[in-house]
Nanobody
Framework: QLRLVESGGDLVQTGGSLRLSCTKS????????IAWFRQAPGKEREAISC????????AYADSVKGRFTVSRDKGKETVYLQMKNLNAEDTGIYYC????????????????????WGGGTQVTVSS
């Protein structure tokens, strides 16, 4: 059974850093793109990053580009979202999601739809 579990959310001060983890089970990274989304209070869910199965393609939303970095540890079956220079607009619930891709070199897009979701982890940035 395909499963995604996020962790690492916390309360952090403005300008601080945080690393979120998304641990998967039940599928191979070689066949799935992984994305990070977030939803701020009262706002729509926003795609902030995606990583292709080959990890040669990693895309970021403009709102996080230069501050957030995605990486992957296949051995730990985990994708990480390293966040730095956090501000109040980064507050929200962060989700990771997966979608099966046609091939290993699939070029992920922030506009893709995703089929499998984790339960989310809360990030709160205080001033």
């Amino acid at each position: 059974q395909l499963r995604l579990v996020e962790s690492g959310g916390d309360l952090v001060q403005t300008g601080g850093s945080l690393r979120l983890s998304c641990t998967k089970s039940g599928f191979s990274f070689d066949n799935y793109a992984i994305a990070w989304f977030r939803q701020a209070p009262g706002k729509e869910r926003e795609a902030i990053s995606c990583m292709s199965p080959s990890d040669s393609r990693i895309a970021y939303a403009d709102s996080v580009k230069g501050r957030f970095t995605v990486s992957r540890d296949k051995g730990k079956e985990t994708v990480y979202l390293q966040m730095k220079n956090l501000n109040a607009e980064d507050t929200g619930i962060y989700y990771c999601a997966a979608r099966r891709t046609p091939n290993y070199y699939y070029y992920c897009s922030l506009r893709d739809s995703y089929d499998y979701w984790g339960g989310g982890t809360q990030v709160t940035v205080s001033s």
